[in-house]
């Protein structure tokens, strides 16, 4: 058995990083990859999606040409062959960087393969053993098939499959009224396609507030997407032209779509790696069990990235490597525990987000502030003619602390960030309330919103 300082399986965000870090303090380190090096995010995430996502605004905005006095002779054309080469290359180049800087690594063996434990401090890669005082999983995650009547006699996409698509779908029905539908939804849309948004509950992204729920499917339903909301009991049949999606529990209600995108959440990718031989603890969904420093029930053994469901994000995964890595080789002290979430949705406009939900800040029972502003009263957003969506502030009333907001809006996914650092520098409401923020920008209007800040009753 070879043994080494510490294994790494997977090379999504969080592996390489630590490996870089591990090497460079003069550890010997085995990173094990089985399939495609960059993980989720390179490969079928963030960067293939955003890139088409790209592609469906350069539309959008071209049929819009006129509204800004430019005039397009020629009619607008898709050529999805062209798009989805384009995202391609930007995967291929992210890819090829990352694997290159590890097979390139000093103290870094790389092996392409499936590993497995085969012991607590062991794994097995294609009938090879290997050994480490220190292993760490980050093994990534996967599109969730949930079992529904029908699913298994038709043929559908995920987010894997469908970036493989070279030919517009005449129909697209979106199984799944969260992030990753939402975003396909509308790039389809904006491709030419017709698009159905199918989701079981009585609204669309259920965890953001009823507000900006209602007004994300307004902004949706305005370029001609149809959205059908609490359909309980989806099932799939084959068709003379397509799938057929029922709707309800009755069957009296389909709609019968050339393509199907089932887009209901994701999974880890832990039940292939033998983590019974190690003793490895995961929880009902198979995410697997990690303290608030991401180690797991076994000494020796950490979980980072999606497959410990303590976030299913790219910048969630990197900072559970810089939460290791602070921990084992700085000496620090840092904790999950103590990140404050922020995230994006990346429709158009893009909802920013960070800490609670003006719901879930009610339900802590504090004294609240709140604050709430129109995009059309934006000056950015008027100048672009981009003025749908709101943005919003909300505050302890106490402590003088942003507890959360939402920017959904032109440049609300940067726009947020100014308000995710005051968070984390854990500042007074009023330190960004007299910021001189740069004129025109969406960011300038931060500090008019907490000047309006007013207790929640009031609102």
């Known amino acids: 058995m070879k043994t080494f300082d510490a294994i790494i399986i997977g ?12 090497t460079a303090a003069g550890k010997t380190v085995l990173l094990a990859e089985r399939k495609l090096f960059g993980g989720t995010c390179v490969n079928t995430g963030c960067m293939p999606t955003k890139a088409l996502v790209a592609s469906a605004y350069a539309a959008h905005l071209a049929r819009r040409g006129s509204d800004f006095g430019v005039t397009i002779d020629s009619p607008i054309r898709i050529d999805m062959a062209r798009i989805r080469e384009r995202a391609a290359t930007v995967t291929q180049n992210a890819r090829s960087g990352v694997e290159n800087w590890l097979k390139g690594m000093e103290r870094c063996t790389v092996v392409e393969g499936h590993a497995r434990f085969a012991g607590p401090n062991e794994i097995e890669i294609d009938g090879e053993r290997y050994g480490a005082p220190n292993i760490f999983i980050n093994a990534g995650g996967r599109a969730n098939i949930p079992d529904m009547p029908g699913i298994d006699q038709i043929d559908y996409l995920t987010n894997r499959g469908i970036l493989e698509l070279d030919r517009l779908p005449e129909h697209l029905v979106v199984i799944g009224g969260s992030y990753i539908g939402l975003e396909f939804a509308q790039m389809y849309r904006r491709f030419g396609a017709e698009v159905t948004i199918v989701e079981k509950g009585p609204r669309l992204i259920s965890r953001e507030d009823e507000d900006i729920s209602e007004a994300i499917r307004q902004i949706l339903e305005k370029e001609g997407i149809r959205c059908v909301l609490n359909a309980e009991c989806i099932s799939f049949r084959k068709a003379d ?12 209600s389909n709609v019968v779509g050339t393509h199907v995108l089932m887009a209901v959440g994701r999974r880890p990718n832990t039940d292939d790696l033998g983590l019974d031989k190690a003793g490895v603890e995961t929880d009902a969904r198979g995410y697997i069990k990690v303290d608030d420093r991401l180690a797991t029930n076994v000494p020796g053994i950490w979980a980072l990235g999606d497959c410990n469901g303590r976030g299913a994000f790219t910048h969630t995964s990197y900072n559970d490597y810089e939460i290791v890595a602070a921990n084992l080789l700085d000496g620090g002290d840092r904790r999950h525990s103590d990140r404050i979430m922020g995230y994006a949705l990346y429709i158009d406009p893009p909802l920013g987000r960070v800490g609670m939900s003006e719901n879930e800040a009610r339900k802590s029972g504090r004294p609240l502030l709140v604050s709430t502003r129109p995009m059309s009263r934006v000056g950015r957003a008027v100048e672009k003619d981009e003025t749908q969506g709101f943005m919003r502030v909300i505050a302890d009333a106490q402590t003088r602390r942003i507890l959360g907001a939402a920017i959904l809006g032109t440049g609300g996914d940067e726009a947020i960030h100014g308000i995710l650092d005051m968070m984390n520098a854990d500042a007074d409401i009023s330190t960004l309330q007299w910021a001189v923020p740069i004129h025109p920008t969406v960011s300038e209007l931060i500090p008019t919103l907490i000047g309006d800040l007013k207790p929640a009753d009031r609102q």
């Open 11 to 22: 090379a999504g965000q969080a592996g390489p990083s630590l490996a870089g870090r591990l």
């Open 241 to 252: 032209n397509g799938i057929e999606v029922g709707l309800d529990c009755d069957e009296t």
